[in-house]
């Protein structure tokens, strides 16, 4: 069994690469140097994008607590820019939750997972953008990041 899984947790994440490296070209003039956080999400079942994803994004206050920062829901493309200003986005940790339940409900599905949560800490190591690949079935997903330094 676990030899069988092996592989298939190598697909998962090779999509997920891929589908962080497939960044579009028709926002923000051929890039995303304006969207400090990048959301993408991949439907494994279906193999195409997961649109209409719910999601939040939280920062860690200073007590330990979590403090909502911004929220919306990606695109037919299973996308989502714009979600959080570069002003809103200031070094410090930040939790994303996708609303997974919502999206298999939507699809038809009966989810194992209520939601998908990502921590992060951003700017750790000078200023960068982030673009956070989900890849989701429904009882599993994988995440992966690039993460990029646009002032080189």
């Given at each position: 069994m676990i030899i069988m899984l092996r592989p298939l947790h190598c697909l998962l994440l090779a999509s997920a690469v891929l589908l962080c490296n497939s960044a579009p070209t028709d926002k923000h003039g051929g890039s995303d140097i304006n969207c400090p956080l990048t959301v993408k999400i991949l439907d494994a079942v279906k193999g195409t994008p997961a649109g209409f994803v719910p999601l939040k994004v939280n920062r860690k206050a200073a007590?330990?607590?979590?403090?909502?920062?911004?929220?919306?829901?990606?695109?037919?493309?299973?996308?989502?820019?714009?979600?959080?200003?570069?002003?809103?986005?200031?070094?410090?940790?930040?939790?994303?939750?996708?609303?997974?339940?919502?999206?298999?409900?939507?699809?038809?599905?009966?989810?194992f997972h209520e939601l998908a949560e990502v921590e992060l800490k951003a700017h750790a190591e000078g200023h960068r953008h982030y673009t956070l690949a989900l890849l989701l079935s429904p009882y599993s997903f994988t995440t992966t990041a690039v993460v990029t330094d646009i002032h080189q």
């Open positions: 007590d330990g607590g979590w403090t909502a920062i911004a929220s919306g829901v990606t695109d037919a493309t299973g996308e989502i820019h714009n979600l959080i200003t570069e002003e809103q986005f200031s070094p410090g940790v930040y939790r994303v939750e996708f609303d997974t339940k919502a999206y298999w409900k939507s699809q038809g599905s009966k989810p």
